[in-house]
């Protein structure tokens, strides 16, 4: 493994920090956090440069010693004056560094007077009154910090992908009305629509690249900048996440628009072919002896290197580029795909609108079908439907449908699954409905080999339909189920069982790896959004990203069969 440029320059960061805490020489420290911020700043990896035997004193601010210490990283991944400083103060320190509001002069403070080396210990601190009775600390010194704190833990957490959409858009309206900036583009993992992002990487093209970041540094949701230069700029926002924007020549821009949606694997892969075929790849264009000879789009990048144009969710070294070899990528699906949803909930349970409402937003979505999948009583609600309280909505979805014109509503429940694997309803009552959702809302810790056996077992019953998230994950709050997923598919694809890929934002569930794997074992998928409300049809966009993430195409999924052939794989018996 080669070392990073930010590794690199977060070596020189902690030890600019712990140096600043211990007092030492301002001007030393200000050398190490400038190599920081410049080997932050590249765009070439120093280990390329190295092997490739360029001289890095001839970097700004770079002497014979600094070269020395980076060259040692690279070589050893390790600094030896960094080993020495940490072994007189507390390496953790540097952590409380970055804590708005604490400072090398606080944070000295802090570890002298009350032994405090981390968050947790700076948090009690507080909550015992015992800061404020130190020298230059105030309630609102307090305040502030425990502010900080609060921020620094949101900035640890990877953001949903659906909390990223409202503020990449915001942010891409207000570039977008600047007259310098020609094109624009929120690259990264958020344009892979991975589950999950760290932070977002904002690209944009335009002559005037400083009144471009100028600009940009006026966005007014901006709450700490972190690092300005005369083409990338570097801020948190007051949300909390991490923002990049780098501005590229329009020559540059696919060039840089492939480079900067990574995922980095891919990029690496996508520059070894380049090699092979004596061509230089880079965020600037793609070169022939040093002459650029593409770089205006993603297309033509890939086209260099005899590639068919890879959708940027494939993006993740995992086949696509034997696959664009092969001309064997995948059509994936797309929203528009998409005929039905096949599990929501209405007030009869825990949704917030009327079965009628739904029916009727559902309706104007343009769906054919949605199936009505309130709770089962027994374990996930208090307030679940039993078998009378069913019967009761079947009734009342034999009358709506009597009125809805294009839409057909279908009957259904979410069924719980029991530790013994039975349904939480009898037979007699699910053999009236038009499908089942089952889950899992209990005795999450079971081994992996209990909790599938449970699930198979489930299977089983001839009225079990679809598995509905079917490992139980809540992104950023509790891990998924242990389960051993393989079997689980090769039980459903042998009974005709279905795997859901619910579009919750915090679900995700199935997620991308293994969908995948659904559709190489041959198991088919529902993409739904278990919508508790009429807006979370919305959620369906959500689950198709995920599923194009897994390579997933339209025949793979059920929900885009017309209601005429949707019967048929529903029906097991
Ligand atoms: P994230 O932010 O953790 O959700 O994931 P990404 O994929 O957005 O990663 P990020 O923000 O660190 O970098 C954006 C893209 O830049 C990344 O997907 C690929 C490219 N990139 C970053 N560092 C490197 C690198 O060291 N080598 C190469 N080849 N590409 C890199
Ligand atoms: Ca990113
Ligand atoms: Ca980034
Ligand atoms: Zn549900």
Known sequence: MTVHNAEIAEKFNHLANLLEIEGANPFRVRAYRNVARIIGGLTKNIADMLAEGEDLTELPGVGKDLAEKIATIVKTKNLPLLKQVEARIP?????????????????????????????????????????????????????????????????AKRMKLADAFPIVNSLLNYLKHHKEIKQVECAGSFRRRKDTVGDLDFLATGKNSEKIIDYFLGFDEIGKVLSRGTTRSTVHLHSGIQVDLRVVPEKSYGAALVYFTGSKAHNIAIRRIGVQKKLKINEYGIYKRNKYVAGKTEADVYKQINLPYIDPELREDRG??????????????????????????????????????????????????????????????????????????????????????KLVVLKSIEVDILEDGSLDLPDDILKELDLTVCSIHSKFNLSPKKQTERTIRAMDNLYFTILAHPTGRLINQRP??????????????????????????????????????????????????????????????????????????????????????????????
Request: glycine share 6%; with cysteine.
């Open 91 to 155: 390496a953790v320190l540097s952590e409380l560094m970055k804590i708005e509001g604490l400072g090398p002069k606080r944070v000295q403070l802090l570890y002298k007077k009350l032994k405090i080396t981390n968050a947790d210990d700076l948090k009690t601190a507080i909550e015992k009154g015992r800061l404020r009775k130190l020298r230059g600390f105030g309630e609102k010194t307090e305040q502030n910090i425990l502010q900080g704190i609060l921020h620094r833990t949101q900035y």
């Open 480 to 573: 998924p189920y242990l389960v051993e997923m393989e079997r689980i598919m090769m039980a459903a694809k042998e009974r005709g069982c279905i795997l859901e890929m619910n579009a919750q934002p915090e679900r995700l569930d199935l997620n991308d790896i293994h969908s995948k794997m659904a559709k190489e074992k041959g198991v088919k998928l529902a993409i739904s959004t278990d919508a508790h409300s009429r807006a979370q049809f919305a959620y369906m966009a959500y689950g198709v990203y995920q599923a194009r993430r897994g390579w997933i195409e339209k025949p793979d999924v059920i929900n885009t069969l017309p209601l005429s052939q949707l019967g048929k794989i529903l029906h097991r018996s």
């Open 320 to 405: 696509e580029i034997e696959a664009a070899k092969n001309h064997a990528l995948p059509n994936l699906i797309t929203l528009s795909d998409i005929r039905g949803d096949l599990h929501c909930h209405t007030k009869a349970t825990d949704g917030d609108s009327s079965l009628e409402a739904m029916a009727k937003a559902a309706e104007e979505l343009g769906y054919e079908y949605i199936a009505i999948t309130d709770h089962s009583s027994h374990l996930a609600m208090v307030h679940g439907l039993d078998k009378k309280a069913l019967i009761k909505q079947i009734k009342a979805i034999d009358r709506i449908n009597k009125k809805l014109k």
